[in-house]
């Protein structure tokens, strides 16, 4: 155990986020007798969960998306909802009695004056001082929207995928939905439940689609299985499994990848669990068309040449992790804003930062983040151990 008598240890670790990934680690931290502060922006945890779609379901099983320290409860069902994940999140800190300040965000994240621990500047002029730092702001930050020639024209309704809530304002209408990920796929499977009129879905690379589960095997189980096996024999019997359980969709516009799954995975491209779109493509009520290039007054411009008018344009087109102004000094980022480590190891050129919910692993974020965690807290007791050796000497 840590010795608060040390001045060094009396400084908490600083937690950025208080979404999943942030209160698990800081969970994590508090079993090993770690102090840890949780500061979120919002004003209440697991502030992105409470935005997303309501139909919105975990692709991974209860079991495997518990965070440390706790169980989901059974009556949350298999795939557990939106909501239910929200008040699970609520419960966790909670039951764990976790120190969480909310309303404050913090805007940059620098080395103390002293070199011995981290300096984190927040809203309303604070300056907080701390011995260690994770950032656990989420892989789904800001809102990615491509800059589409001719956009600023478009006379229709566009919105991205994270202010849809739910299918009621779009029924009856012609709705075009932009990419082909989890999110753009059940969006339009919920839009054409919902009863819009027609429901487009635009598709730049074609997915490889599982289905959650099969003969009750969970997709989430093989993918852990095969996260360490040769990329080749993975995408080999991706695809085996994927003719005898995926039908060809070619004649309806959406054939078969032909990179590999795991492949594709490596590339940072997440196969789609299918809820309900294998169904809505076979019936026709769900169109897959061509990319989105450009767009011209009420029209949209797609890859093959041809032209729609759609009264809706919803974009799943992703998001950015959005760290530069936070961390971009650090040289602690790739060259696509990801940072360079997660989990219990932390950059050589930044000794105590630590990351955790930047990875979109086919295992599962959630059980990723919950691993991340433990090494994390493991990773911080033993690093303040250290010091109070060395000081003891």
Do not use: C
């Amino acid at each position: 155990m840590p010795d608060d008598s040390d001045p060094a240890n009396t400084l908490p670790v600083y937690v950025i986020g208080a979404g999943p990934g942030g209160l698990a680690v800081a969970a994590a931290l508090r079993e090993q007798g770690v102090r840890a502060v949780v500061l979120e922006k919002s004003d209440a945890v697991g502030a992105s969960w409470r935005r997303h779609y309501e139909r919105l379901r975990l692709h991974t099983t209860r079991r495997m998306s518990a965070l440390p320290g706790l169980r989901i409860p059974r009556s949350s069902g298999r795939w557990v909802p939106r909501a239910q994940l929200v008040r699970y999140l609520e419960k966790y800190a909670e039951h764990h009695g976790l120190d969480i300040v909310t309303r404050v965000e913090v805007t940059r994240v620098e080395r103390s004056p002293d070199g011995t621990g981290w300096l984190l500047r927040a809203t309303g002029g604070r300056e907080l001082t701390g011995r260690a730092v994770v950032v656990a702001t989420g892989y789904n930050h800001t809102p990615r929207l491509p800059s589409w020639p001719g956009l600023a024209s478009y006379g229709g309704e566009l919105l991205h995928a994270g202010e849809y809530r739910n299918a009621g304002p779009y029924a009856g209408k012609d709705v075009l939905v932009v990419g082909a990920g989890n999110t753009g796929a059940e969006i339009a499977v919920d839009l054409v439940e919902g009863g819009a009129a027609r429901v487009r879905l635009a598709v730049r690379t074609v997915p490889h689609i599982v289905r959650r589960s099969t003969l009750g095997w969970p997709a989430q189980a093989n993918a852990v299985l095969v996260r360490r096996l040769p990329v080749r024999l993975v995408d080999r019997a991706a695809g085996a499994l994927a003719r005898l359980s995926v039908p060809d969709l070619s004649a309806k516009g959406l054939p078969r990848p032909e990179t590999g799954l795991y492949s594709r995975v490596r590339e940072g491209a997440i196969p789609v669990q299918d809820v309900g779109l294998i169904k809505a493509v076979r019936e026709g009520r769900v169109e897959p068309v061509a990319a989105v290039e450009s767009f011209e007054a009420d029209k949209v411009v797609l890859a093959d040449g041809s032209r729609i008018t759609p009264e809706v344009v919803i974009a799943a087109t992703g998001y950015r992790r959005a760290l530069e102004d936070l961390l971009g000094h650090l040289d602690v980022l790739d060259e696509r804003g990801r940072p360079v480590t997660h989990g219990g190891r932390t950059p050589e050129q930044a000794r105590g930062l630590y990351f955790t919910g930047f990875t979109n692993p086919i295992s599962g974020n959630l059980r990723e983040m919950a691993i991340d965690a433990r090494k994390i807290a493991k990773a911080l007791s033993r690093r303040s151990r250290q010091g109070l050796s060395r000081r003891s000497r």
